[in-house]
């Protein structure tokens, strides 16, 4: 999938939140404009569209949503799995 530049509500979404990109699956991963150069945000909501492509739509968003109140954000399995990703260049 490749990332498209945040326009309107995803980039309102984005500056409210305090995050640099989005995978808003099934439409597509959503970048900052000024982050649409970072290779390691890229992998990183890459590796998120692996995993709704990996669950299916509706297990990716129940499954993100559940880790988030079980785990909080930092812990959460499928961001400790997309913060690995970061740094693996063979996903690039
Ligand atoms: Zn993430």
Redesign the pocket.
């Known amino acids: 999938m490749d990332q498209k530049p945040a326009r309107h509500t995803v980039r309102w979404f984005l500056r409210t939140t305090g995050?640099a990109?989005?995978?808003l699956a099934p439409w597509g991963i959503f970048i900052l404009a000024e982050h649409l150069h970072s290779q390691r945000l890229i992998r990183?909501?890459q590796?998120?569209w692996r995993q709704y492509e990996r669950m299916g739509l509706l297990r990716y968003y129940v499954t993100y949503l559940w880790g988030l109140v079980r785990h909080g954000?930092a812990d959460?399995p499928?961001?400790r799995e997309?913060?690995a990703a970061e740094t693996d260049e063979r996903l690039t």
Do not use: K, T
Request: charged share 20%; hydrophobic share 30%; proline share 0%.
């Open positions: 995050y990109g989005v995978c990183h909501e590796a998120h954000y959460h499928m961001e997309a913060r």
